[in-house]
C-alpha cells in the first residue's frame, strides 16, 4: 500500500457505515491522485444471477452525468439519420456505417440502431458482442426513439447489470464534482436498482453498498436508508 493510501485509510473507521451524503463526502476528500479519479459504487445484491428471472439490469439516467461525454454512433434510415443527427450523434447512417465498422472501426462507446437497420447489424456480432457494443433492446439501444435514445446517452444514461458474483458495478461521477452530485447520483441509481428488484428474489436484497474513487478506499454505505 502507497504512503498516500496508507495516510488515508488510517482516517477511516473501517467498521462504521455513512449515509450516501457523508460517503459522497468521505470519497471526494480521499481522491487526492493528480488525476480526476471516477466514483465508483459497487453492490452486492442477494440474488442468484444464475437464474434467468434474477438478473438484475436496467438503464438509469444520472442526473449529473457521469463526468465523461461519450461518442454515440447511430445505424438507422431515412428521417432517423437525421433524426440521431439533431440530437448530437457523433455518426449516423445506414449501410456505409456497417461497412466502417467491418473493417475495424470501433472509435465509439454506444452503437445505438433502429429496428429495421438490426437486420444487416447482426452479421458484426462476432466484432461488437464481444466488445458490449452490439445494440440490445434491454440496454435501450435497439429503438426508434433515436433522437430521446442519443440525448439520454450523452447526458449522462448508464446501463447497469448485475454480474455473476451477484455484484453491480457503476460509476456515479467524478472526484472533480460538488460531493451533493455525487450522492444525488448514487441515489438515483439506487432508486433504480431497488426498482428493478425481482420477484423472485428472497430475503435481504441490498446485501452491501460501497462507495470508492479510482485510487481511494471503499467507503461503505448504510443499508437501512430508504432508496426508494
Do not use: C
Request: aromatic share 4%; glycine share 8%.
Amino acid at each position: 500500500m502507497g504512503k498516500r493510501l496508507a495516510a488515508i485509510e488510517k482516517q477511516l473507521d473501517p467498521s462504521k457505515v455513512y449515509s450516501v451524503e457523508a460517503a459522497a463526502a468521505v470519497v471526494k476528500k480521499a481522491a487526492t491522485a493528480k488525476f480526476d479519479e471516477t466514483i465508483e459504487i459497487h453492490i452486492r445484491l442477494g440474488v442468484d444471477p444464475k437464474q434467468s428471472d434474477q438478473n438484475v439490469r436496467g438503464i438509469v439516467v444520472l442526473p449529473n452525468g457521469t463526468g465523461k461525454s461519450k461518442r454515440v454512433v447511430v445505424v438507422a434510415k431515412g428521417e432517423k439519420i437525421k433524426e440521431a443527427e439533431a440530437a448530437g450523434a457523433e455518426l449516423a447512417g445506414d449501410a456505409e456505417i456497417i461497412e466502417k465498422i467491418s473493417k475495424g472501426w470501433l472509435d465509439f462507446d454506444v452503437l445505438v440502431a433502429t429496428p429495421d437497420a438490426m437486420k444487416d447489424l447482426t452479421k458484426l456480432g462476432k466484432l461488437l458482442g464481444p466488445k458490449g457494443l452490439m445494440p440490445n433492446p434491454k440496454a435501450g439501444t435497439v429503438t426508434f426513439d433515436v433522437g430521446r435514445t442519443v440525448k439520454e446517452l450523452k447526458a449522462g444514461r448508464i446501463e447497469f447489470k448485475v454480474d455473476a458474483a451477484g455484484i453491480v458495478h457503476s460509476i456515479v461521477g467524478k472526484a472533480s464534482f460538488p460531493e451533493e452530485k455525487i450522492a444525488q447520483n448514487t441515489k438515483t441509481l439506487l432508486h433504480a436498482l431497488v426498482a428493478a428488484k425481482p420477484s423472485s428474489a428472497k430475503g435481504q436484497y441490498l446485501q452491501s453498498i460501497t462507495l470508492a474513487s479510482t485510487m481511494g478506499p471503499g467507503v461503505k454505505i448504510d443499508l437501512s436508508q430508504k432508496f426508494e
